[in-house]
């Protein structure tokens, strides 16, 4: 299966899909679209893992939502884009999610899982309290990102001075 991003040219909105062929696929929407329209980005993701995938990244561009697939371009989409053309987005992201929930499990602390959550770039914690009027208000949150270090190369030195 293969998670898609086309766009309307020049600088139209991006419909953000999911298919087992996207060339056949953007034929498709040539007929029925009378605008040009070309593909930003497509990769390859397992079939039990493309509905959540599909899911996840309409909810990250939830404010962006024109209508039903389609969305107004941005450039955290674009950031988005390239994150996980250079990364493989969707592995880092279970791995930095079952990171979180272990050092949750670990320090013994109340948690909820909150699908769909997280920023762009990773998973993420947020720590809520109630107010005397019992609202609920986030007073912090830590981020995971596993995009960044990569990019600029950062690594960890351990206390014996090992690079890890």
């Known amino acids: ?7 309307e040219e020049p600088d139209g909105p991006v419909k953000i899909g999911k298919t087992s062929n996207v060339v ?13 329209l070309k593909v930003l980005f497509a990769f390859e993701i397992p079939d ?6 599909e899911k996840e990244i309409h909810y990250n561009f939830r ?13 955290y989409m674009y950031d988005y884009i390239k994150a996980i053309s250079e990364h493989g987005y969707f592995v880092t992201w279970d791995e930095a999610e079952k990171i979180l929930e272990e050092s ?5 602390l109340k948690f909820e899982i909150m699908k769909g959550e997280g920023a762009f770039y990773g998973p993420k914690i947020h720590f809520d309290i109630k107010d005397s ?17 990569e990019r600029f190369d950062v690594s960890y030195v351990d ?3 090992e690079k890890i």
Not at 1 to 7: C, R
Not at 63 to 75: D, L
Not at 104 to 108: A, F
Request: aromatic share 10%; proline share 6%; charged share 25%.
């Open 24 to 36: 056949q696929r953007l034929n498709t929407l040539h007929v029925s679209f009378p605008r040009q």
């Open 1 to 7: 299966m293969n998670i898609y991003f086309i766009q």
């Open 133 to 149: 009027q019992n609202r609920v208000w986030t007073i912090a949150t830590a981020q995971i990102d596993f995009q960044i270090p």
């Open 63 to 75: 404010n962006r939502r024109r209508r039903g697939e389609w969305f107004s371009p941005c450039p």
């Open 159 to 161: 206390e014996k001075g």
């Open 104 to 108: 949750l499990k670990s320090l013994g």
């Open 48 to 53: 039990d893992k493309a509905d959540k995938a």
